[in-house]
T-cell receptor
């Protein structure tokens, strides 16, 4: 069965600094990896995905994520954080096909001006 | 706007009662997923339907049931409600291989 770990409940970063939100995964086959963001009182919004190909994936709002197979990680990154990036971020994985996504517990990102 | 519509937005009910949550997927999406989000459990997968058929089951209690209708909308039925069922319930839809698109959720409060 697949699983996702987000080791940090909270990440604080100053505006303009780079940010990283960590994610590690476990899956039996080839991983399909996703990042979603949730703003207050809203549903989850898709940011980016890795299926195959280049290990560095670019997504919405300037976010990118790096797939590392040997470390089974898929960390979310952004070169310069904005206050408006403050939200709850979820990493998710599935093992291909049309199987349901399994989500991590989420990491709350706080960008301080 | 994700294109996924969930109603109602808020629901307050008493223990022991039964409620129905409704979801209309994005146009063309055949798969519907239900998730429960609570503070202590995070986002838990409940059940998936594909074109009217149950496709996968997660941590769904026996008191909960769901169905997907011919017009592809879905309903999640929660019965014999307990205080611990208070949570945000999300519906998501997709076509094969595409990311999930989430509705804004139904906030259920059981008193």
């Amino acid at each position: 069965a697949q699983s996702v770990a987000q080791p940090e409940d909270q990440v604080n970063v100053a505006e303009g600094n780079p940010l990283t939100v960590k994610c590690t995964y476990s899956v039996s086959g080839n991983p399909y990896l996703f990042w979603y963001v949730q703003y207050p009182n809203r549903g989850l919004q898709f940011l980016l995905k890795y299926i195959t190909g280049d290990n560095l994936v670019k997504g919405s709002y300037g976010f990118e994520a790096e797939f590392n197979k040997s470390q089974t990680s898929f960390h979310l990154k952004k070169p310069s954080a904005l206050v408006s990036d403050s939200a709850l971020y979820f990493c998710a994985v599935r093992d291909g096909g049309n199987t349901p996504l399994v989500f991590g517990k989420g990491t709350r990102l706080s960008v301080i001006a | 706007d994700s294109g996924v519509t969930q109603t109602p937005k808020h629901l307050i009910t008493a223990t022991g009662q039964r409620v129905t949550l409704r979801c209309s997927p994005r146009s063309g999406d055949l798969s519907v997923y239900w998730y429960q989000q609570s503070l202590d459990q995070g986002l838990q997968f409940l059940i998936q339907y594909y074109n009217g058929e149950e496709r996968a089951k997660g941590n769904i209690l026996e008191r909960f049931s769901a169905q997907q209708f011919p017009d592809l909308h879905s309903e999640l039925n929660l019965s014999s409600l307990e205080l611990g069922d208070s949570a945000l319930y999300f519906c998501a839809s997709s076509v094969r291989g595409s990311p999930l698109h989430f509705g804004n959720g139904t906030r259920l409060t059981v008193t």
